[in-house]
T-cell receptor, first 115, second 117 residues
Framework: AQKVTQAQTEISVVEKEDVTLDCVYETRDTTYYLFWYKQPPSGELVFLIRRNSFDEQNEISGRYSWNFQKSTSSFNFTITASQVVDSAVYFCALSGGPYGQNFVFGPGTRLSVLP | GAVVSQHPSWVICKSGTSVKIECRSLDFQATTMFWYRQFPKQSLMLMATSNEGSKATYEQGVEKDKFLINHASLTLSTLTVTSAHPEDSSFYIC?????????????FGPGTRLTVT
């Protein structure tokens, strides 16, 4: 069975602070994908990143960066110099197999960035 | 990127009535579509998976007679909540998958907020 754990239920930071959202996953698939989505108050999911299980390179996109470590089954997400607009619920997700069977979301982390 | 639309974006209905939610892939053909339900302050839970032209596969605990899914074409799937009750009030999100060679892309709709009074 596949499982995604996001241990941090809620995080509050002050603007300009850096914040890391943790994600730990479990899967028996050798091929899988990991995702991060942002869900602002409007409810619409915003796709942030997809990472293939064979690609452990870290990625940086503007203020966002991701650290994928297969050895610890973690795919953590860091926001640098956070802004109020970053306030949202962030979901880590996992899909197993080459065609993404069993797409599973983590419980989400609610991030509040205070001015 | 590809777009998935949902209609309506929000709906209020009376208890006992049925409501239909449409999910469309606007610029690609979706071999598989998914329906998720999200209660307040909770994560998205998969309700069912549907492939065009075949019956939907429902997750454990989801009543297939209550949540009717029709995937009539490669661009349209509908979810009908029959005899809705207040406990069915939720945010329903569809997702459409496009196979691209040896991999896939998955896109999410904007969601439909259902309130049953």
């Amino acid at each position: 069975a596949q499982k995604v754990t996001q241990a941090q239920t809620e995080i509050s930071v002050v603007e300009k602070e850096d914040v890391t959202l943790d994600c730990v996953y479990e899967t028996r698939d050798t091929t899988y994908y990991l995702f991060w989505y942002k869900q602002p108050p409007s409810g619409e999911l915003v796709f942030l990143i997809r990472r293939n299980s064979f690609d452990e390179q870290n990625e940086i996109s503007g203020r966002y960066s991701w650290n994928f470590q297969k050895s610890t089954s973690s795919f953590n997400f860091t926001i640098t110099a956070s802004q109020v607009v970053d306030s949202a619920v962030y979901f880590c997700a996992l899909s197993g197999g080459p065609y993404g069977q069993n797409f599973v979301f983590g419980p989400g982390t609610r991030l509040s960035v205070l001015p | 990127g590809a777009v998935v639309s949902q209609h309506p974006s929000w709906v209020i209905c009376k208890s006992g009535t049925s409501v239909k939610i449409e999910c469309r892939s606007l610029d690609f053909q979706a071999t598989t579509m998914f329906w998720y339900r999200q209660f307040p302050k909770q994560s998205l839970m998969l309700m069912a998976t549907s492939n065009e032209g075949s019956k939907a596969t429902y997750e454990q605990g989801v009543e297939k007679d209550k949540f009717l899914i029709n995937h009539a074409s490669l661009t349209l799937s509908t979810l009908t909540v029959t005899s809705a009750h207040p406990e069915d009030s939720s945010f329903y999100i569809c997702s459409a998958r496009e196979l691209t060679g040896l991999t896939y892309e998955q896109y999410f709709g904007p969601g439909t907020r259902l309130t049953v009074t």
